[in-house]
């Protein structure tokens, strides 16, 4: 399975973009990208995800690189209340491995007044 | 829609004696999955059910540790003997559909496990 690589931490001002950087140099063709936030004591929870085509939905944008060796976890205006660990997966491609999401260690994002 | 429920919240209990964990997924979702959460290891993947079917368990530490699913709206994990090496959270989560590629998985808000 693919591994990521995710900067440990960074800082982000609140109002402005945050773009969350992550590698992921050995994905396959069939594997997806997918992105977890978790808030302090809080479960993870789902934001977004993508094959190929960059997308976009209410909490964030997903950019893919064209060789998809690499991501960027777009969120578009900050707040406080994004203040969280970010976790970028690349999901197994076998259907017996589909539920197998490996959380890594993350980015560690505070945003600040 | 109420989540995932997890219960309880936090239990404390002493080495040796016998904890269950309880999760209620969300209606509708037919794929279940068991995590723990610690400092040392982050979240781990222990078990993940798919029509209440187990599917992977080669997340789960030892034989201590067992889990059911005995319909579609409940799931236990117990562990016994319980060690003090076992005190995480362990969060519960469900999905819509392993099947049909659907994995954005849903969590529960955890249960703090304390064992002394």
């Known amino acids: 399975d693919a591994k990521t690589t995710q900067p440990p931490s960074m800082d982000c001002a609140e109002g402005r973009a945050a773009n969350l950087p992550c590698n992921h140099s050995?994905?396959?063709?069939?594997?997806?990208v997918y992105w977890y936030r978790q808030i302090h004591s809080q479960g993870p929870q789902y934001i977004i995800h993508?094959?190929?085509n960059n997308e976009t939905n209410e909490m964030a944008s997903l950019i893919i690189t064209e060789d998809r060796k690499s991501s960027t976890l777009i969120l578009p205006h900050a707040t406080l209340r994004d203040t969280a660990v970010y976790y970028c997966?690349?999901?197994?491609?076998?259907?017996?491995?589909?539920?197998?999401?490996?959380f890594g260690a993350g980015t560690q994002v505070v945003v600040t007044p | 829609d109420a989540g995932v429920i997890q219960s309880p919240r936090h239990e404390v209990t002493e080495m040796g004696q016998e904890v269950t964990l309880r999760c209620k997924p969300i209606?509708?979702?037919?794929?279940l999955f068991w995590y723990r959460q610690t400092m040392m290891r982050g979240l781990e993947l222990l078990i993940y059910?798919?029509?209440?079917?187990?599917?992977?368990d080669s997340g789960m530490p030892e034989d201590r540790f067992s889990a059911k699913m005995p319909n579609a709206s409940f799931s236990t994990l117990k562990i016994q003997p319980s060690e003090p090496r076992d005190s995480a959270v362990y969060f519960c989560?469900?999905?819509?559909?392993?099947?049909?590629?659907?994995?954005?998985?849903?969590f529960g808000p955890g249960t703090r496990l304390t064992v002394t």
């Open positions: 989560a469900s999905s819509q559909g392993v099947d049909r590629g659907v994995t954005e998985q849903y």
């Open positions: 050995t994905i396959s063709g069939n594997e997806y």
């Open positions: 993508g094959l190929k």
């Open positions: 997966i690349v999901r197994p491609s076998s259907l017996i491995s589909w539920g197998k999401l490996q």
């Open positions: 209606s509708g979702h037919n794929s």
């Open positions: 059910f798919n029509n209440n079917v187990p599917i992977d």
